[in-house]
């Protein structure tokens, strides 16, 4: 989408001229959830609550399981609605997948990342924070990735929650684990923003300067730009199992309506 560049100064954009805005763009590439059997599993030695399974698939790619059985059975579809919106949005995630199971029923499935970085103490924590390990976009990336936990109600997102791996120019940052987020949590409420592991770890990203207000602003005004027909090619390719019809009616719906523009509205008072 290009962007208006003239004397005057910006007015705000009205439902028509974003509709017209959106008209433009280029069809979105919608990727194929095609399952992948599961052919051995790996006691979880992560310490990690939500993480109940760990497997080797027929791909050969070592995955992150979570099942419907995992929290409140809404898991695989946060997982799921979660990456694809981060990718819509120009976050990165790790690789995933649909993972069918040894008694067919299908699970989400990230990719297990080799050779990264993970933070698992304060000191690997203060190194990445103060640019002693230097990361390509940090101060960007973890505003946009702030701005996407509030707006799914990500309550979870600890320092543990982040992958860093070599890339071509250096280190980059993915994000992952959005098991207590979205519908496997409270999709419409505003927790992320109180006491959490998501508010600690923000206040410290902030006390290191490593945090733009601007880029989580511009990170919400994507979400704000993406249309009902936009949301339905996400959750139209999970399994049915991982969503009732329902639901995925009832978040079309409340997509389309005001009050998810006011809810980013809100969030955007919080950042």
């Known amino acids: 989408m290009t962007s208006r560049t003239d004397d005057a100064q910006p007015q705000e954009q009205k439902p028509d001229d974003v509709n017209d805005s959106l008209e433009q763009r ?3 590439f919608q990727r194929q959830l095609f399952p992948i059997a599961l052919i051995n599993t790996y006691p979880n030695d992560q310490g990690s609550a939500d993480l109940g399974m760990i497997g080797l698939a027929e791909n050969g790619k070592d995955y992150a399981v979570k099942t419907i059985s995992d929290g409140n059975g809404m898991v695989p579809a ?11 949005i ?9 993972i069918e199971l040894h008694d067919g029923s299908l699970a989400f499935g990230s990719a297990w990342e080799g050779g990264v970085e993970t933070l698992k103490d304060r000191t690997e924590i203060i190194r ?3 640019g002693e390990i230097p990361i390509v976009g940090l101060k960007a990336f973890f505003s946009k990735v702030y ?3 509030l707006f799914v109600n990500n309550v979870d997102r600890h320092f543990g929650n982040y992958i860093f791996r070599p890339s071509y120019s250096g280190k980059i940052g993915l994000a992952f684990d ?7 949590f409270n999709p419409f409420g505003f927790e992320a923003t109180e006491d959490c592991n998501t508010f600690t770890g923000i206040n410290a990203i902030r006390h290191y300067g490593q945090y733009d207000k601007r880029e989580a602003e511009k990170c919400l005004d994507k979400i704000h730009l993406l249309t009902v027909d936009d949301i339905d090619t996400i959750i139209s390719n999970f399994p049915a199992e991982w969503m009732p019809a329902e639901n995925r009616g009832m978040f079309l719906d409340w997509w389309g309506s005001h009050a998810r523009v006011e809810r980013i509205e809100f ?3 919080m950042l």
């Open 147 to 149: 701005a996407l936990d």
């Open 178 to 184: 959005f098991s207590r987020a979205w519908f496997a």
């Open 26 to 28: 280029p069809q979105m």
């Open 128 to 130: 990445i924070l103060s």
């Open 90 to 98: 120009l976050i990165g995630t790790p690789d995933f997948d649909v």
């Open 267 to 269: 969030l955007k008072g």
């Open 78 to 88: 946060s997982e799921a609605f979660c990456y694809q919106l981060a990718r819509r």
